[in-house]
């Protein structure tokens, strides 16, 4: 997978979730996605490649790290529960989506309910 179709699989992803928010608080070269003002996924080129972060479970996080070399600790974020994917082969574009929505109902559960705009534990299911 290039960095193009890692950003396209992530934004793709991310806008098909409910209550989702696009914004640009640090400026026009990072693409902050939200949900009711939480940070779910976070994307840019860092020094000349695309780079997605996301949240993770802290086991899946390691695990993910440990089967995909293009996966590592989140670029500039809680290294035990962000991860950061770049462009590379072992990458497709279901793991992508999986990963991004999994981040969102991350989110979403630490959300207040009476705002959650999906119920995180039958989103999906």
Known sequence: MDGRELHDAATAAAQELP???LEYPFGPDWDVFKVRGKVFLLQTVLRGSELVTVKAH???AVA???E??????????NKRHWISLRPGPSLSE????????ESYLRVVETLPRAIRPVDPARFGR
């Open 58 to 60: 802290p086991d899946d």
């Open 94 to 101: 279901p793991l992508v989506r999986e990963v991004v929505t």
């Open 68 to 77: 995909f070399p293009e996966i590592s600790s989140g670029y500039h974020m």
């Open 19 to 21: 209550g989702m928010a």
């Open 64 to 66: 993910l790290r440990a």
